[in-house]
């Protein structure tokens, strides 16, 4: 797909898509792209019109009204909404105030979902299985809304400056939420795990004794009297990379994933995996930024052997290297990206410069001037 994420449409708008299995991109905009435009259609007079208060609700045609409250001079009745009122400057006392920036992520937020159900109704059709991580760039109204579900990252690079615009979702980082969930409902452990976390697997001569645990309240550790129960295998077990959930999968959010199951079991993994994504805001009318101020995004390929500042440093150095006029020099800087986290093919496999192993994941990288190609400093 030929991808221009600074193309302009109506409105200030782009597009830069990452949709990456675990073994092959996927990226298209056949999917989340267009869920995303028709949702943004719900608030395209707030776009048009930025400085108007969101309205609370909209009428059976889209147009804002007020479903209550006292009919002021200014309020014009809608015929399919008698009931209705349309002045914007009738406001109840009690109503929340929601900017045009917490309606764009929410937008954002529920495509996620509206595309995990599409997958999830085409699996059958199309015979299409597996999931994949989600991470998404959109430029809107002056500022940069970067969503992510899954293992995934985005940084902004600005004058050599990191700025994290992601976290990833593992079974490390989530495990409150998963033990939470086993916690409310343990059928979907289906007698086989326990959501509390030990330090190691429990031996059933430990019966009886005191063993350090923490479960769903807990950020510390503490004692507790082992029983039975306790002999099941842990939701989640292991740490760092080679953390899982029920034994299985080492990323918890993500599209798809609807079939998929512990080995040689009936359970269902999908319960535990959220196609939420968490969204990062960042307002480009704040900053000036130079041609060597980017985004990049890439897959955990690169980001398991290269860590945010040696990203900062390989593509500022790169692009300090390059003229500021040439088109192509972020898609290069990409490249080089993707071929550091590789390394160089030796007798002893895959090695980076400092002799550790390179990347043996699928590394796919952006590299998205803030500045617009090859564009003065805005």
Not at 128 to 134: M, P
Not at 175 to 181: A, P, V
Not at 200 to 217: A, C, F
Not at 345 to 373: A, M, Q, Y
């Amino acid at each position: 797909m030929a991808l221009n994420p600074w193309a302009s449409l109506q409105l200030p708008f782009s597009f830069s898509p990452l949709f990456l299995s675990r073994n092959v991109l996927v990226c298209s905009n056949s999917g989340f792209y267009p869920i995303f435009l028709d949702r943004l259609g719900d608030i395209a007079h707030l776009l048009e019109n930025p400085s108007t208060a969101p309205p609370i609700c909209l009428a059976k045609n889209g147009s804002p009204y007020q479903a209550e409250g006292k009919k002021g001079a200014n309020a014009i009745q809608d015929p399919e909404e008698p009931d209705a009122i349309t002045d914007p400057s009738i406001r109840f006392h009690t109503e929340k105030a929601v900017s045009l920036e917490s309606l764009i992520v929410g937008i954002i937020e529920n495509s996620f979902k509206q595309m995990d159900e599409l997958i999830e109704k085409e699996k059958v059709s199309y015979a299409i299985s597996g999931g994949c991580c989600a991470l998404a760039a959109i430029h809107l109204m002056g500022k940069l809304y970067v969503a992510n579900a899954g293992d995934s990252r985005a940084i902004i690079i600005r004058k050599k400056e990191v700025i994290p615009m992601s976290n990833e979702f593992t079974p490390e980082s989530e495990r409150q939420r998963l033990q939470y969930l086993g916690f409310l409902r343990p059928e979907l452990l289906g007698n086989e795990f326990t959501h509390l976390e030990f330090p190691r697997r429990i031996q059933h001569k430990e019966l009886g004794k005191k063993m350090l645990y923490r479960d769903h309240t807990m950020n510390g550790w503490a004692y507790k009297t082992i029983v039975e129960d306790d002999l099941k295998f842990p939701l989640i077990y292991g740490e760092g990379k080679k953390a899982r959930v029920m034994a299985t999968i080492g990323v918890t959010r993500g599209l798809g994933d609807h079939d998929l199951k512990v080995y040689n079991s009936n359970i269902y993994i999908k319960p535990f995996l959220s196609c939420c994504p968490e969204v990062m805001v960042y307002d480009l009318s704040k900053y000036q930024h130079g041609p060597n101020d980017v985004l990049v995004m890439g897959t955990d390929g690169l980001w398991d052997v290269t860590t945010d500042r040696e990203v900062a440093d390989a593509v500022s150095s790169f692009l300090s290297c390059c003229e500021p006029a040439d088109p192509v020099r972020y898609t290069l800087a990409a490249q080089e990206l993707l071929m550091r986290s590789r390394g160089v093919l030796k007798e002893r496999g895959w090695r980076l410069p400092n002799e550790r192993l390179g990347s043996g994941d699928d590394i796919t990288c952006f590299v998205i001037p803030l500045s617009g190609p090859a564009g003065p400093e805005t």
